[in-house]
T-cell receptor, first 113, second 112 residues
Framework: NAGVTQTPKFQVLKTGQSMTLQCAQDMNHEYMSWYRQDPGMGLRLIHYSVGAGITDQGEVPNGYNVSRSTTEDFPLRLLSAAPSQTSVYFC????????????FGQGTRLTVV | TQLLEQSPQFLSIQEGENLTVYCNSSSVFSSLQWYRQEPGEGPVLLVTVVTGGEVKKLKRLTFQFGDARKDSSLHITAAQPGDTGLYLCAGGSAGNNRKLIWGLGTSLAVNP
């Protein structure tokens, strides 16, 4: 079982460039989320999805887009990278029920110069 | 807005010492989860507590959920260098589209 697979692990972008962070899970989880983690600010929710075809905004959605065409995949798109988007990004998945365990990918360390 | 306050934010102790990390809120949660994150990795679940007053033990780690289900604590007995990491609490509830509410974390360093 691969769990949650995130790619790439590291990325450097120039301001204004776009890119897609990939996330795939093989546990048939309905719920998938993207977080960014910055020093002193904890995990902040960017976007989430409760199932294929359904996405919603978290607390810091500006500058990011998501789609969920399949249960397995939940890519995060940076439309026009800004230095403020320099962060570590985590994808997580879990079953939709209450009190379920969240499984995280290994993270993507993104630097925007 | 549901918030979870974790304290302390940083903790540096010597091997063999005991410590307690707190996670407090003014909101009621259906569950409280504790995760541990090592550098360069994603958080990994340690435990989920769901009943008010519940106590769970995981080797030298003891987790408690408050009677009113608004707070939780993590106690580590005789800390070891392998316990070093970031400890995160997360609250779950049936409302709010079942989003997890995260504390900011406690960064623990256990020195040999």
């Amino acid at each position: 079982n691969a769990g949650v697979t995130q790619t790439p692990k590291f990325q450097v972008l120039k301001t204004g460039q776009s890119m897609t962070l990939q996330c795939a899970q093989d546990m048939n989880h309905e719920y998938m989320s993207w977080y960014r983690q910055d020093p002193g600010m904890g995990l902040r929710l960017i976007h989430y999805s409760v199932g294929a075809g359904i996405t919603d905004q978290g607390e810091v959605p500006n500058g990011y887009n998501v789609s969920r065409s399949t249960t397995e995949d939940f890519p995060l798109r940076l439309l026009s990278a800004a230095p403020s988007q320099t962060s570590v990004y985590f994808c997580a998945s879990r079953f939709q029920g209450l009190n379920t365990e969240a499984f995280f990918g290994q993270g993507t360390r993104l630097t925007v110069v | 807005t549901q918030l979870l306050e974790q304290s302390p934010q940083f903790l540096s102790i010597q091997e063999g010492e005991n410590l307690t990390v707190y996670c407090n809120s003014s909101s009621v949660f259906s569950s409280l989860q504790w995760y541990r994150q090592e550098p360069g990795e994603g958080p990994v679940l340690l435990v989920t507590v769901v009943t008010g007053g519940e106590v769970k033990k995981l080797k030298r780690l003891t987790f408690q959920f408050g009677d009113a289900r608004k707070d939780s604590s993590l106690h580590i007995t005789a800390a070891q260098p392998g316990d070093t990491g970031l400890y995160l609490c997360a609250g779950g509830s049936a409302g709010n589209n079942r989003k997890l509410i995260w504390g900011l974390g406690t960064s623990l360093a256990v020195n040999p």
